[in-house]
């Protein structure tokens, strides 16, 4: 995270940097493979998500938040990733429906809400692959610790949230960086 003073000219796309200083030096994400594995994941993520220039403080303020939650903590981060995107959704207008969960339900990603029944759309989670997202749905940075997950459950998780951003953010890519991270965390 950077302070920058540039020169802003409407007829120019790029800008002439006057001055970049450290807005606030990480503590602990260059030092730590892991964690530079998931910081890597997040700017791929937010490098595809985040094409529109657009002016959102509260959108800001959760990145800047989350990356300075994750830099200060030392342990129980492996589900920081999945929280993130899960969260991130919300600023993003893709919070699915969480009220009509019910033990054996269905998710049908294409229209963001749990369904009793298998979904017509073909786009769906099946009701165990279902239960765990609700069950990330509830997690926060605080108390993602307390949610085990074994390395094949993050895994999936995290192939459906990329699934589920594919599907309603146009030229969305698998993301790169998901190997890297899968393999670090295997």
Known sequence: MIELEADFRDNRHIFRVKNAKPYMPFISIPYDPYKVAIALFISEFLNRALREEIHDQ??????????????????????????????????????????????????????????????????????EDASHIRMLFRMNYETMHLFAMNREQR?????????????????????????VLKEVFS
């Open 58 to 127: 509260l959108l800001y303020s959760y990145i800047e938040n989350s990356i300075k939650w994750f830099d200060e903590c030392r342990t129980n981060f492996a589900n920081f990733h999945l929280v993130f995107l899960l969260r991130m959704s919300r600023f993003l207008g893709l919070y699915p429906n969480m009220e009509d969960y019910e033990d054996g339900s269905y998710f049908d990603m294409v229209n963001s809400c749990f369904t009793p029944g298998q979904p017509i759309s073909g786009a769906f989670i099946g009701p």
């Open 155 to 179: 895994n999936r998780c995290l192939n459906i949230i990329n699934d589920y951003y594919r599907l309603h953010i146009p030229d969305f890519p698998v993301l790169k960086s998901m190997d």
